[in-house]
């Protein structure tokens, strides 16, 4: 199995464009999950799905953030318009039984 | 005050030492306690998980959680080099698949 597979793996962009980070869950995994990581607020928990539906949304910082999981074998975040606030790392994982399982991420840098 | 609290270190131990990281949490009704490893640039991965008080060993790495002190550490038996790493504790209450993480203690294993 090639893990959970995220894309872009790096992105630069300037303040007001939108962003769009694309996440493949582990074939078979029912739940996703999305994070952000920065150094001063750790790892936070933005939105996570359980058979495609979104379940907590709670941690989408603002209306500028949406996700999306159409099917079981995609989902994306985007933020529109994107600000330097946003620069960060964005995890997306997968979760079988009691492991969530992290894909290599995206580093996201917004001038 | 955080739900999970882990010191930021960093924390350095000799090789062939053992290694103490200690993680409390702020919410009684928690009931899944887990560890992961993060490298420099990469992204988390589980080493354990625990349920029950008490300890749980897996290889060199040893799991103690105490429910009534709320309190869960992981302890690394002859350190390696390769220890080196943040490890991140995280919780969960039952029948939530939410993961809530400190912000790790950075561990360094002199040679």
């Known amino acids: 199995d090639a893990g959970v597979i995220q894309s872009p793996r790096h992105e630069v962009t300037e303040m007001g464009q939108e962003v769009t980070l694309r996440c493949k869950p582990i074939?078979?995994?029912?739940?996703l999950f999305w994070y952000r990581q920065t150094m001063m607020r750790g790892l936070e928990l933005l939105i996570y799905?359980?058979?495609?539906?979104?379940?907590?949304d709670s941690g989408m910082p603002e209306d500028r953030f949406s996700a999306k999981m159409p099917n079981a074998s995609f989902s994306t975040l985007k933020i529109q318009p994107s600000e330097p606030r946003d620069s960060a790392v964005y995890f997306c994982?997968?979760?079988?039984?009691?492991?969530?399982?992290f894909g290599p991420g995206t580093r996201l840098l917004v001038l | 005050q955080k739900e999970v609290e882990q010191n930021s270190g960093p924390l350095s131990v000799p090789e062939g030492a053992i290694a103490s990281l200690n993680c409390t949490y702020s919410?009684?009704?928690?009931?899944?306690f887990f560890w992961y490893r993060q490298y420099s640039g990469k992204s988390p991965e589980l080493i354990m998980f625990?349920?029950?008080?008490g300890d749980k060993e897996d290889g060199r790495f040893t799991a103690q959680l105490n429910k009534a002190s709320q309190y869960v550490s992981l302890l690394i038996r002859d350190s390696q080099p390769s220890d080196s790493a943040t490890y991140l504790c995280?919780?969960?209450?039952?029948?939530?698949?939410?993961?809530?993480f400190g912000t790790g203690t950075r561990l360094t294993i002199i040679p």
């Open positions: 994982a997968s979760r079988t039984r009691e492991t969530q399982y």
């Open positions: 074939s078979g995994h029912n739940s």
């Open positions: 799905f359980n058979n495609n539906v979104p379940i907590d």
């Open positions: 919410d009684r009704g928690s009931q899944s």
């Open positions: 625990i349920y029950s008080n």
């Open positions: 995280a919780v969960t209450n039952f029948g939530n698949e939410k993961l809530t």
